[in-house]
């Protein structure tokens, strides 16, 4: 089992960076793959970006509306997952969360993550 949490959020004005973090613990980070979703007030939880487990690769898959945009990480000696957000736009306001899932390789639906961090809030301002 993994713990997660997530930092980083704040409000930041259009076009400017942030970079979140997720510290987990309490299990062998490397073999989890991660993903990263946002949930803006009114609408369902999305899909924003992925990264398979360390031993198949450590490959990357992003949403549309981020690629090109955001970068997903991961540091498997700090056990940290970071999502590197340039260029941000007002659309882009919600509220971040991290998952883990036990599979090697990460997905875009939200049942195939099993531990969940509480979220962290990013606001972008026009």
């Known amino acids: 089992q993994v713990q997660l949490v997530e930092s980083g959020g704040g409000l930041v004005q259009a076009g400017g960076s942030l970079r979140l973090s997720c510290a987990a613990s309490?299990?062998?980070?490397?073999?989890?793959?991660m993903g990263w979703f946002r949930q803006a007030p009114g609408k369902e939880r999305e899909f924003v970006a992925r990264?398979?487990?360390?031993?198949?690769?450590?490959?990357?898959d992003y949403s549309d509306s981020v690629k090109g945009r955001f970068t997903i990480s991961r540091d498997n000696a700090k056990n940290t997952l970071y999502l590197q957000m340039n260029s941000l736009k007002p659309e882009d306001t919600a509220t971040y969360y991290c998952?883990?899932?036990?599979?090697?390789?990460?997905?875009?639906?939200?049942?195939?993550?099993?531990?969940w961090g509480q979220g962290t809030q990013v606001t972008v301002s026009s």
């Open positions: 309490g299990d062998t980070f490397s073999t989890y793959a």
């Open positions: 990264i398979n487990a360390l031993w198949v690769g450590g490959g990357t």
């Open positions: 998952a883990a899932t036990r599979r090697n390789y990460g997905s875009r639906e939200i049942d195939d993550y099993e531990y």
